[in-house]
C-alpha cells in the first residue's frame, strides 16, 4: 500500500459535513447497508478481527476482540460471579451498550475533534455498524464538553441519519434498533479512560474503577459495554465495505491501517496528516511536516502526547506502531498520534512545569501516590526552574517516578512523569 492511501481523510475538505447527501454521494453508509443486508454480527466482528485494527486513543487494544468479548457476554444481571445492580431506573436487566471515546483532552490532540468537523457521518455511521454488531440498543456519544462546536454539527449529523432511517426503530426496514445519546462530559483529562468515562455518564464522579470486572463484563450500569475511541471508530466503515485482509495489508504489521499524526512544534508545516502506521518519525518530520522551521535546531521530540516518550534525532528512525520491537527494527509506542518537537531555543524548565501542572490538575485524587506524587514532581520542576533545586529534590525524583510507574491506580498516574523520566536519563535535563 502507498503511503498516499487515505482511509479517514479521503474527503476531507470536499464535502459539506452538514449534508447527509454529500456523503452518500460519495458512497457513505454503504458499509451499513452491507451489514444490514449481507452480514450478520458474527461475520461483522470477524472482519474486525481480520483487519488487525487497534484502539487509536492511544492503548492500542485490538478492537474485534473487544467487541467479540461484548458479544459473547451475556446481558447485565445474568450468569455474573459478581454482584451487578443497575444503578438507574431507565436501565432494565438484559442490555448491552456502545460508548464512543470523543473526550479527547490531551494537550497537543486534537484528531478527532477534526474527524467531526470534517467527515461526521464516518463517525456515525461506524458507530452504528458497531453498536449492532454487539446487539447494543444504545450507543452514547461521550463528547468533551468543551466540543461545542462539534456537539452541534453531530446533532445535525444525528438528526439527518434518523431521517433517512440509519438508525433508530427498524434500521432500513431490518429487524435492527438502535437508540444514540450524545453525552457532554466536563473535559476531564481522567474521563479519557473508560472506566471513568462509564462513571460520569453513570453520573458519578469521574474517576477509574476497580477491575475485575472490566466493561466488556460489566461496564456501563452493570451491562456488557464496548468503548471505543473516534478514529478506532471512523475506520469501521471501510473495513466493512473493503475487508478486513485489505486493510491488514496497510501499514505496519504490528498494528494495521492508517494513523493521523499531529506534527506541532518547530516544523515548517504543522498539523494533521495521515500515514499509514509503521511510519519512522523521521520521515514524518521530514516529508509530512516540512522538516524543523528555518533558523530552528532540532532538540528532542515528544511522542503520542504530554505523557508521551521523548525522542533524540539519533532515535528518529523509530517506527510509530502500538507493539513496540527490539533491536534494529525499533518501535515507538505511537499513542494518540501527537508529535510534539522541540527546538534549542525551549525553556526546558517551562517546559517541564507544563507537563507536571497538566498531571497535577488532571489526576482525579483516587489513589494517593498519584494525587501526591503529581503535585510534588509539580513543586520540584517550578523550585528547578528557580535555581532552588536541592540535593533532597534530586533524590526524591527518583523515589516519585518509581512510585508513579509502579503503585498509581490508573494509567494516568503511570504516565505522568515518562517525559520527565526521559529528560533525566536523556540528558536533556541535567541536575
Not at 222 to 242: D, F, L, R
Request: charged share 25%; proline share 4%.
Amino acid at each position: 500500500m502507498t503511503d498516499n492511501l487515505k482511509v479517514l481523510t479521503k474527503y476531507w475538505g470536499k464535502i459539506n459535513p452538514l449534508r447527509i447527501e454529500d456523503y452518500i454521494c460519495v458512497g457513505g453508509y454503504m458499509a451499513l447497508e452491507k451489514f444490514i443486508f449481507k452480514m450478520n454480527p458474527e461475520e461483522a466482528i470477524l472482519e474486525i478481527k481480520k483487519s488487525g485494527l487497534r484502539g487509536r486513543g492511544g492503548a492500542g487494544f485490538p478492537t474485534g476482540d473487544k467487541l467479540e468479548m461484548v458479544a459473547r457476554n451475556s446481558p447485565c444481571g445474568v450468569n455474573f460471579d459478581y454482584k451487578i445492580i443497575p444503578t438507574s431506573r431507565d436501565t432494565p436487566q438484559g442490555k448491552k451498550y456502545f460508548i464512543c471515546n470523543l473526550e479527547e483532552s490531551e494537550p497537543g490532540t486534537y484528531k478527532d475533534r477534526l474527524i467531526v468537523d470534517n467527515n461526521p457521518h464516518l463517525l456515525l455511521e461506524g458507530i452504528i455498524i458497531s453498536a449492532l454488531s454487539i446487539e447494543a440498543k444504545k450507543a452514547y456519544i461521550y463528547i468533551n464538553g468543551n466540543y461545542e462546536k462539534q456537539k452541534e454539527i453531530l446533532e445535525i449529523a444525528i438528526s439527518q441519519a434518523k431521517e433517512k432511517k440509519y438508525w433508530g426503530e427498524n434500521i432500513l426496514g431490518s429487524n435492527y434498533n438502535l437508540e444514540i445519546e450524545i453525552y457532554s462530559g466536563a473535559g476531564a483529562y481522567i474521563c479519557g479512560e473508560e472506566t471513568a468515562l462509564i462513571n460520569s455518564i453513570e453520573s458519578n464522579r469521574g474517576e477509574p474503577k476497580i477491575r475485575p470486572p472490566f466493561p466488556t463484563e460489566a461496564g456501563l450500569f452493570g451491562c456488557p459495554t464496548a468503548v471505543s475511541n473516534t478514529e478506532t471508530i471512523s475506520n469501521i466503515p471501510w473495513i466493512i465495505s473493503n475487508g478486513g485482509e485489505r486493510f491488514a495489508r496497510i501499514g505496519s504489521k504490528n498494528s494495521p491501517g492508517t494513523k493521523l499524526f499531529i506534527l506541532s512544534g518547530a516544523v515548517a508545516k504543522p498539523g494533521i496528516y495521515e500515514a499509514p502506521t509503521g511510519i519512522n518519525v523521521r520521515k514524518l518530520i521530514d516529508q509530512y511536516a516540512g522538516g524543523i522551521k528555518k533558523g530552528k535546531e532540532f532538540w528532542f521530540a515528544q511522542i503520542g502526547g504530554a505523557c508521551g516518550k521523548l525522542l533524540l534525532e539519533k532515535e528518529l528512525k523509530a517506527k510509530m506502531e502500538f507493539c513496540v520491537g527490539t533491536g534494529r527494527d525499533l518501535s515507538v509506542q505511537m499513542g494518540s498520534g501527537s508529535i510534539l518537537v522541540v527546538d534549542k531555543s525551549v525553556n526546558i524548565h517551562d517546559l517541564l512545569i507544563s507537563w507536571t501542572d497538566f498531571f497535577r490538575r488532571e489526576s482525579c485524587g483516587k489513589c494517593v501516590p498519584c494525587r501526591e506524587g503529581t503535585f510534588r514532581l509539580w513543586e520540584i520542576a517550578k523550585r528547578f526552574r528557580d535555581g532552588k533545586i536541592s540535593d533532597r529534590d534530586k533524590t526524591a525524583v527518583e523515589d516519585i517516578l518509581w512510585t508513579l510507574d509502579n503503585t498509581t491506580f490508573c494509567p494516568l498516574g503511570k504516565f505522568a512523569g515518562t517525559a520527565f523520566r526521559d529528560a533525566i536519563t536523556k540528558n536533556i535535563l541535567t541536575f
